[in-house]
């Protein structure tokens, strides 16, 4: 599973771009807050986090500035009627932590600006995006930020850019974003990532 890449950007078209990594060229649809995080065409050295998708058009690659935007784009998704470029357009109409606070409030009028939503879907949509910020472990702490007024401080739980690093670890070994979920709620927040992912493996049953 390609879950990242490292190259020189030689071309940004719409919805695209093309990264040179040792004279391959890969092309990865990105959403407009990644392309704006992007520097110049030339640039080398410039990473991407990557996912792939498999669709009846063939398999493609997406790629994402921070984690947080790739792991609502793995979720968003698995969401029943949204595909990679509806999850796309979510991502670039709102970044992360907008998305966050979309849902906090229940901003349906915000979440039908959307390209391609309705008030019919964004209604499911704020359903589905509730849970997800609630559950997953790498945007717990979003979640959490959104609602700080609403609420009062958020918990204290496992430090989130560990999380982060095991969700990402266990989905390059072909866990599910489901496994890795579970694998990692309650985790100790004093652990190292490689102790986290450690415990992790074991609640999954010893797979590594």
């Known amino acids: 599973m390609i879950v990242q890449l490292t190259g020189t950007l030689v071309e940004t078209a719409g919805a695209s771009v093309v990264l040179d990594v040792s004279g391959v060229g890969y092309e990865l649809g990105v959403s407009h807050a990644t392309l704006a995080d992007l520097p110049a065409r030339g640039t080398p050295g410039v990473t991407l986090l990557v996912r792939m998708r498999v669709t009846d058009a063939g398999p493609a ?40 606070e979309v ?14 939503v309705g008030k019919k879907s964004a209604s ?28 009062g401080p958020a918990p204290a739980g496992p430090a989130p850019s560990v999380l982060a690093d095991v969700v990402d670890g266990l989905l390059s070994m072909g866990f599910s974003p489901q496994e890795a979920e579970l694998a990692c709620e309650g985790l100790d927040e004093s652990l190292s990532v490689e102790q986290a992912l450690g415990q992790a493996l074991k609640r999954l049953g010893g797979r590594s």
């Open 124 to 151: 499911r949509l704020l359903v589905e995006l509730e849970g997800i910020f609630s559950k997953d472990p790498g945007l717990k702490s979003l979640a959490a930020s959104a609602t700080l007024d609403l609420d």
């Open 61 to 100: 690659l997406y790629g994402f500035s921070t984690r947080e935007e790739r792991t609502l784009f793995d979720r968003l998704v698995q969401v029943s009627g949204v595909g990679p470029k509806m999850a796309l357009s979510v991502l670039s109409s709102f970044r992360p932590r907008q998305l966050a």
């Open 103 to 116: 849902v906090a409030t229940g901003d349906l009028q915000r979440l039908t600006s959307v390209p391609g």
